[in-house]
Each structure stands twice: as structure tokens, then as C-alpha cells.
């Protein structure tokens, strides 16, 4: 299945969660520095205490994500599928590579594509940070795409291959790349009629992972599992 739209095609990227901002191991840490002073008879009541407050804080942080991510939403649907794409592809291949995780990036390419130069990657960092901003700037656009050779939309090749899903009962497992819009494919699927459970990495943000749950669902009615 190849993933069309009105620029061409995007270069494979891979997907990285960030890890988890709080948790219990850093209220554990602050207890052992706090320990002694004030509280130290009672070094439990510091822990605690800090727990509430770095815990709070982080639940504010999570709402106050939550509500940009439905501002964005509503943006991003007002834009349509093409300039929504073009936008979000436009910011993250600009702040993207200046992030530090794309340090990580160039030196993966180093061990695994020796004979790259910097600036080639540097062109391949920036492509990944593209493809992930359009994938995000498509993904309100999910359930109104539709077959397309040209794009905004998907183009099935090989579809042939399907067709022995449809004709035996039982489960089959389907396994995809990060490589152009990856949520299409439980689209296209869904369209030809072969019904997806999706396994995937859920948001570290609750309110989030429900808003991108939603968007999948109202483009494939699929079963997701985290």
C-alpha cells in the first residue's frame, strides 16, 4: 500500500516514545536529598509532600497538553488534509533536527549508512521530522481520505493479496513500516473490507492517547490495543 498525496512520497521514518516526566522512583530520590533538615524525623512526610506537588503539577501539565491538542485539532481540521500536512511538515522538519533526539538520528546513520555525509544526514534527519509532522498534520483528516493516485489520499498496490482473508475464516497478522502516513493502512484495509485490530504504543498523556484513539476509530471503527 503506498500513501499518496499531493506532494509525493515521504521518506521512511521511525517512531520514538519520550519517556515518562514523574514517578514514584523521583519521589523516592528527593526523599533521600530532603531527608535530613526540618523533616528529618519524619523523611515520609517530605516524600508525600512532594509527590503532591510534582504530582499535581504534572496532571496540570497533561491538561494544559490535552487543551492545545484539541485547539490544534480544530485548527488543523479547518486547514483541510493538504495545507494541514504542508503546515505540520513544514514545523517539524524546522525544529526538529535542533531538538536533541536527533543527535540520536545522526548517529545511527553514521553506523548504519557509513557513507553519508553531514549534510546527506542532515537531509535524511530533516525528511523524518517531515514525514512525522505530515503524519500528524493528516491524521484529523483520517477518515475523509480516500483512494487516490495523485493525492490527498492512498493508493493500493497489490491487493490481490487480501483477497485470501476474505475468502478463509480465522485471524491473520499484518505487519507494516513506518514508511509515509502509517495509519493509512488500517484504512485501506478497512476499506477493502478486512477488518483490523490495531496493537500500538499508547500516549503517555491519557487525554491524548483518548484523542488519537478517537480519530482511528472514526476512520476504521478497528479494535486498538495498547
Same mark, same amino acid.
Given at each position: 500500500? /503506498?500513501h499518496? @498525496?499531493?506532494?509525493g512520497?515521504r521518506?521512511m521514518?521511525?517512531?520514538h516514545? @519520550? ?6 522512583a523521583?519521589?523516592?530520590?528527593? @526523599? ?9 524525623s519524619? $523523611?515520609?512526610?517530605? !516524600?508525600?509532600?512532594?509527590v503532591? &506537588?510534582f504530582?499535581?503539577?504534572y ?5 494544559t497538553?490535552? =487543551?492545545?491538542?484539541? *485547539? ?5 481540521r479547518?486547514?483541510?488534509?493538504v495545507?494541514?500536512s504542508n503546515?505540520?511538515?513544514?514545523l517539524?522538519?524546522? &525544529?526538529?533536527?535542533?531538538? $536533541? &533526539?536527533?543527535?540520536i538520528a545522526? !548517529?545511527n546513520? %553514521? ?10 544526514r542532515? %537531509?535524511?534527519?530533516r525528511g523524518?521530522?517531515?514525514?512525522l509532522g %505530515? !503524519?500528524l ?15 490527498p ?6 491487493a ?9 475464516p *480465522? $485471524? ?5 513500516g ?5 495509519? &493509512?493502512? $488500517?484504512?485501506?484495509a478497512?476499506?477493502?473490507g478486512?477488518?483490523v485490530? =490495531?496493537f ?6 491519557? /487525554?491524548?492517547?483518548? =484523542?488519537? =484513539?478517537?480519530l482511528?476509530? /472514526?476512520? !476504521?471503527?478497528a479494535?486498538? @490495543?495498547?
Amino acid at each position: 500500500m /503506498q500513501h499518496r @498525496r499531493a506532494l509525493g512520497q515521504r521518506p521512511m521514518m521511525g517512531h520514538h516514545g @519520550r519517556p515518562g516526566a514523574f514517578d514514584t522512583a523521583g519521589g523516592v530520590a528527593l @526523599r533521600q536529598a530532603t531527608g535530613y533538615g526540618a523533616s528529618m524525623s519524619h $523523611p515520609e512526610i517530605v !516524600t508525600d509532600a512532594a509527590v503532591l &506537588v510534582f504530582g499535581g503539577c504534572y496532571s496540570n501539565l497533561q491538561a494544559t497538553e490535552a =487543551l492545545l491538542a484539541h *485547539g490544534a485539532l480544530r485548527l488543523l481540521r479547518a486547514l483541510g488534509p493538504v495545507a494541514s500536512s504542508n503546515l505540520c511538515g513544514a514545523l517539524a522538519r524546522s &525544529v526538529g533536527p535542533l531538538l $536533541p &533526539v536527533s543527535r540520536i538520528a545522526d !548517529t545511527n546513520l %553514521r553506523a548504519a549508512l557509513p557513507e553519508l555525509d553531514a549534510a546527506e544526514r542532515r %537531509r535524511v534527519v530533516r525528511g523524518v521530522w517531515d514525514n512525522l509532522g %505530515r !503524519t500528524l498534520g493528516e491524521l484529523p483528516h483520517l477518515a475523509d481520505l480516500r483512494p487516490s493516485p495523485s493525492g490527498p489520499g492512498w493508493e493500493l498496490v497489490g491487493a490481490e493479496a487480501l483477497q485470501p482473508l476474505l475468502a478463509q475464516p *480465522g $485471524p491473520a497478522i499484518l505487519f507494516s513500516g513506518h514508511i509515509g502516513n502509517w495509519e &493509512v493502512l $488500517p484504512v485501506a484495509a478497512a476499506a477493502h473490507g478486512v477488518p483490523v485490530s =490495531l496493537f500500538y504504543r499508547p500516549a503517555e498523556n491519557k /487525554q491524548i492517547d483518548a =484523542l488519537i =484513539l478517537d480519530l482511528r476509530r /472514526q476512520a !476504521t471503527q478497528a479494535e486498538c @490495543r495498547p
